[in-house]
């Protein structure tokens, strides 16, 4: 057993589990006539309410005890201290400054990073004041209408989301996001616009990522067979740490925007990584984002943990994978704007806590991440909801709900915020019936109400689903801020594709070696 699941804390929880055994959640609220008060949160305008958890007082007493043996005040003062809490990479994870509209220092290394931060937003924005004015303008002197992301991971799936969950903000530049290296998607982007007025920004700290440089070096031969080579400096900027790469693909100096290593990819569209955000909301609502993230990270940082979301949303996740069995976690925003918000989640929590061994590198004995999966409801409802509700393991649920509309068809949002309602309540309660009809119920969920879909609220949310994320991390005591197995696939695949161009296949295992010898004979039509 780890150290872990022997400590004090964590052997109170598992008996206490064991008590609890099959309580229904909809006895709990017999018991407790205050529940539906009692088992609510606020924070930053938004509203959680986690009555329908499988969860007692008791249950969070020792949850919380949970938290304190395992340090959580410590690690958050870490945290946002900038402290080397990539223990793996000696790096700190300071994404919070991003964000920081106080403007109050904060400290990597010994040395006060705002200002460096307030420069680059400053540029930024700019730049994107330019574009979306008019002063900056193609190589023809056309205005651009469009801006093409060029990027994998986080510096795509952010910036993504937050332009499409936003999009009725926006009024800017058309955005258009290509990250996978397959040549439809960038092929049929392409497709639908103008070189002279196309302005591609090609997103990697490295600039040399092997997808988005393929992609980059596809949409240059693009444009310079409309354009001329002349026209890459005016059709081209970078988000890099690499200015020096950047200027031989040739995009100059002053199209080069610069982030730190301190920036984890998952937690970049706060930095200049969120240029396309900027482009199409405009400065001031992308500071609005900013300043809801702020918010949320201040309510983090010193709210007591019995009324921090982050806290007990990281906490409930634990008990719900570690302690009740819950076969996964499913999130359903009832918004049809935040279609993107499920895959920068699976990002966000699978790559940071999807890990085996602790910070100590010492095996775990116990669940690190749940498979995390969903869909915008009331689609999900058509779909997988079947399974939740009558299948024979729990599966945990966040309904997210947006309470105000960003458009006027008042009739179908309240039959939306009616379905969000009923199938939390359906979850809960369940129905008996004749066999087929039964549905079992005491299954878990959160709610968590959003004023609207605007810029701040949506700060705040993906704020706290980054916190509840780092509780999850200090409670299951491994490092959130690495992806190693993220860069093993990486590596192969540089020898695969130099099998792939005729190169040796030697160092490649027997079952790739065979597939690479089919690949190469059904290309030529052999096989």
Same mark, same amino acid.
């Given at each position: 057993m780890s150290k872990l699941t022997q400590s004090p804390a964590w052997q109170a929880l598992r008996e206490h589990a064991s008590q609890l055994g099959t309580t229904a959640i909809a006895d709990l609220f017999a018991q407790q006539p205050d529940r539906a008060d009692r088992f609510t949160a606020d924070a930053t305008g938004l509203h959680l309410d986690y009555a329908k958890q499988r969860a007692t007082p008791r249950t969070l007493e020792l949850l919380l005890a949970l938290a304190r043996q395992q340090g959580l005040e410590r690690w958050i003062a870490a945290l946002f201290g900038g402290e080397p809490v990539n223990s793996t990479e000696r790096r700190a994870a300071l994404h919070m400054a991003l964000r920081n509209v106080s403007g109050r220092p904060m400290?990597? @290394?010994?040395?006060?990073?705002?200002?460096?931060?307030?420069?680059?937003? @400053?540029?930024?924005?700019?730049?994107?004041?330019?574009? +979306?004015?008019?002063a900056w303008r193609g190589q023809g002197g056309?205005? /651009?209408?469009?801006?093409?992301? %060029?990027?994998?991971?986080?510096?795509? %799936?952010?910036?993504?989301? $937050?332009?499409? =969950?936003?999009?009725?903000?926006?009024?800017?530049?058309?955005?258009?996001?290509?990250?996978?290296? @397959?040549?439809?998607?960038?092929?049929?982007?392409?497709?639908?616009?103008?070189?002279?007025?196309?302005?591609?920004?090609?997103?990697s700290k490295t600039f040399t990522t092997q997808e988005t440089m393929?992609?980059?070096?596809?949409?240059?031969?693009?444009?310079? =067979?409309?354009?001329?080579? =002349?026209?890459?400096?005016?059709?081209?900027?970078?988000?890099?740490?690499?200015?020096?790469?950047?200027?031989?693909?040739? /995009?100059?100096?002053?199209?080069?925007?610069?982030?730190?290593?301190? $920036?984890?990819?998952?937690?970049?569209?706060?930095?200049?990584?969120?240029?396309? /955000?900027?482009?199409?909301?405009?400065?001031?609502?992308? +500071?609005?984002?900013?300043?809801?993230?702020?918010?949320?990270?201040?309510?983090?940082?010193?709210?007591?943990?019995?009324?921090? !979301?982050?806290v007990l949303m990281g906490l409930l996740s634990v008990w719900n994978l570690n302690f009740l069995g819950c076969a996964s976690q499913v999130v359903a925003p009832y918004a049809q704007f935040m279609e993107h918000f499920i895959a920068w989640l699976q990002q966000l929590e699978l790559e940071s806590n999807g890990k085996g061994v602790d910070r100590d590198g010492q095996p775990v004995d116990y669940g690190t991440a749940p498979a995390l999966w969903g869909d915008v409801g009331t689609n999900a409802q058509h779909a997988f909801f079947q399974m939740l509700h009558q299948g024979p393991a729990a599966h945990a649920v966040d309904f997210i709900l947006p309470v105000r509309p960003g458009h006027a068809l008042a009739e179908q949002h309240e039959i939306l915020v009616a379905h969000c309602l009923a199938q939390s309540a359906a979850m809960m309660s369940g129905a008996r019936a004749e066999p087929h009809r039964t549905c079992p119920g005491n299954r878990p969920s959160?709610?968590?109400?959003?004023?609207?879909?605007?810029?701040?609220?949506?700060?705040?949310? !993906? =704020?706290?689903?980054?916190?509840?994320?780092?509780?999850?991390?200090?409670?299951?005591?491994?490092?959130?801020?690495?992806?190693?197995?993220?860069?093993?696939?990486?590596?192969?695949?540089?020898?695969? !594709?130099?099998?792939?161009?005729?190169?040796?296949?030697?160092? !490649?295992?027997?079952?790739?070696?065979?597939?690479?010898?089919?690949?190469?004979?059904?290309?030529?039509?052999?096989?």
């Amino acid at each position: 057993m780890s150290k872990l699941t022997q400590s004090p804390a964590w052997q109170a929880l598992r008996e206490h589990a064991s008590q609890l055994g099959t309580t229904a959640i909809a006895d709990l609220f017999a018991q407790q006539p205050d529940r539906a008060d009692r088992f609510t949160a606020d924070a930053t305008g938004l509203h959680l309410d986690y009555a329908k958890q499988r969860a007692t007082p008791r249950t969070l007493e020792l949850l919380l005890a949970l938290a304190r043996q395992q340090g959580l005040e410590r690690w958050i003062a870490a945290l946002f201290g900038g402290e080397p809490v990539n223990s793996t990479e000696r790096r700190a994870a300071l994404h919070m400054a991003l964000r920081n509209v106080s403007g109050r220092p904060m400290t990597v @290394d010994g040395r006060n990073a705002m200002p460096e931060v307030d420069a680059v937003l @400053d540029r930024v924005c700019a730049f994107a004041e330019a574009l +979306r004015g008019g002063a900056w303008r193609g190589q023809g002197g056309a205005r /651009i209408a469009d801006i093409v992301n %060029l990027g994998i991971g986080g510096s795509d %799936l952010g910036p993504r989301m $937050v332009c499409e =969950a936003l999009q009725e903000f926006a009024d800017g530049p058309r955005t258009h996001f290509v990250s996978n290296v @397959d040549g439809a998607q960038i092929a049929a982007v392409l497709a639908r616009l103008k070189p002279e007025s196309t302005l591609f920004v090609v997103t990697s700290k490295t600039f040399t990522t092997q997808e988005t440089m393929a992609n980059a070096r596809s949409a240059r031969a693009w444009l310079v =067979a409309s354009l001329g080579e =002349a026209a890459v400096a005016r059709h081209f900027a970078a988000v890099s740490a690499n200015v020096a790469e950047a200027e031989k693909f040739g /995009i100059p100096p002053a199209n080069v925007f610069g982030f730190w290593d301190w $920036v984890g990819g998952r937690y970049s569209l706060w930095s200049a990584v969120g240029l396309c /955000i900027v482009v199409a909301l405009g400065p001031a609502r992308f +500071r609005e984002l900013l300043g809801g993230a702020h918010a949320m990270d201040e309510h983090f940082r010193s709210a007591p943990w019995e009324r921090n !979301l982050p806290v007990l949303m990281g906490l409930l996740s634990v008990w719900n994978l570690n302690f009740l069995g819950c076969a996964s976690q499913v999130v359903a925003p009832y918004a049809q704007f935040m279609e993107h918000f499920i895959a920068w989640l699976q990002q966000l929590e699978l790559e940071s806590n999807g890990k085996g061994v602790d910070r100590d590198g010492q095996p775990v004995d116990y669940g690190t991440a749940p498979a995390l999966w969903g869909d915008v409801g009331t689609n999900a409802q058509h779909a997988f909801f079947q399974m939740l509700h009558q299948g024979p393991a729990a599966h945990a649920v966040d309904f997210i709900l947006p309470v105000r509309p960003g458009h006027a068809l008042a009739e179908q949002h309240e039959i939306l915020v009616a379905h969000c309602l009923a199938q939390s309540a359906a979850m809960m309660s369940g129905a008996r019936a004749e066999p087929h009809r039964t549905c079992p119920g005491n299954r878990p969920s959160n709610v968590l109400l959003l004023p609207r879909l605007d810029p701040f609220h949506l700060g705040a949310l !993906l =704020a706290l689903y980054e916190h509840r994320t780092f509780v999850q991390s200090v409670v299951w005591n491994i490092n959130p801020f690495d992806q190693w197995g993220v860069e093993l696939g990486k590596r192969i695949a540089q020898s695969v !594709l130099a099998a792939l161009q005729g190169g040796s296949a030697e160092a !490649l295992d027997p079952a790739t070696r065979r597939l690479v010898t089919k690949v190469r004979g059904m290309r030529l039509g052999s096989a």
